[in-house]
């Protein structure tokens, strides 16, 4: 069976997670934006928390570790390089990791951009991502702490992934995303439906969560670096993938 996830909003517009194997009552909570709106959906579960999954170390992602460790026996994982960062540590993993998750195990995959040890979090047999602040809906995380070819890099690994994965993001930036979107790729009729759909969700006060990675490979500027439409739109028809990436990052970085 596949694990169960519980999704809600934390701070303004960070998402947050619920993680949970049936089977075994393995739980996960997918960062910690914040306390109280955790603490709610964990009751709302009923279900134990028995590790928090850290992607990154920036506050809007750990606030809430210290007070969640000290409620729950449970174990903080999160990325080695940034071990210094994350309170509460316990364990750290790395590219290639492997997590025990009840029936099954979460692979850990090194997005290295937004911060220099930024992870993701996989699980295959559910075909489930968490990308946190690297991929989002229709857009990826801005480059704090690594330049565009790294994160060129680390957005290959996750377009990598099966088409059919489901992707759950950091924060809800969706409609905004959709709307540079459409001056990057402004012929594409998918990405064109689904801006309208997205300003549907957002009107009614909807997630517009989770997306998949064919959704993203079809409408996304951010993994498109290879589209001859886009190329010709940005007049680098002859340039490299990760210089067209470089170049629609830099363009939303002043949108
Ligand atoms: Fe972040």
């Keep these: 069976m596949p694990a169960e996830i519980k999704l809600f909003m934390c701070r303004t517009d960070n998402f947050g997670a619920l993680l949970h194997d049936r089977e075994s009552g393995e739980t ?6 914040e306390e109280a709106p955790i603490l709610a959906a964990i009751e709302h579960s009923g279900w134990t928390p028995t590790m928090i999954l850290t992607t990154h170390h920036h506050a809007d ?84 702490e690594r330049p565009a070819p790294v994160m060129f890099e680390s957005l290959k690994k996750l377009a990598a992934l099966p088409t ?49 990675i064919g959704e993203e490979l079809a409408t996304n500027p951010f993994l498109r670096w290879a589209d001859a439409g886009i190329r010709k739109h940005l007049g680098m028809e002859k340039a490299s993938d990760a210089d067209v990436f470089a170049e629609i990052r830099k363009r939303k970085d002043n949108f």
Excluded: M
Excluded at 105 to 124: F, Q
């Design 28 to 33: 996960a909570i997918v960062d910690a934006p």
């Design 61 to 144: 992602h750990v606030e809430a570790n210290l007070a969640l460790k000290q409620r729950y026996k449970l174990r903080i994982i999160g990325p080695e390089a940034e071990r210094e960062k994350i309170p509460g540590i316990d364990d750290t993993v790395e590219e290639g990791s492997v997590i025990p998750f009840g029936s099954e195990t979460i692979e850990v995959i090194a997005t290295p951009g937004h911060t220099a040890g930024h992870v993701c979090y996989h699980l295959p047999k559910s075909k489930v991502a968490f990308t946190a602040d690297t991929l989002f809906a229709l857009g990826c995380g801005r480059l704090f």
């Design 164 to 212: 059919d994965t489901v992707v759950y993001c950091g924060h809800e930036y969706t409609l905004s995303n959709a709307r540079f979107a459409l001056t990057i790729d402004p012929d594409n009729a998918a990405l064109l439906a689904r801006a309208e759909k997205i300003e549907a969700l957002r009107a009614d006060g909807k997630p517009t969560l989770p997306t998949t």
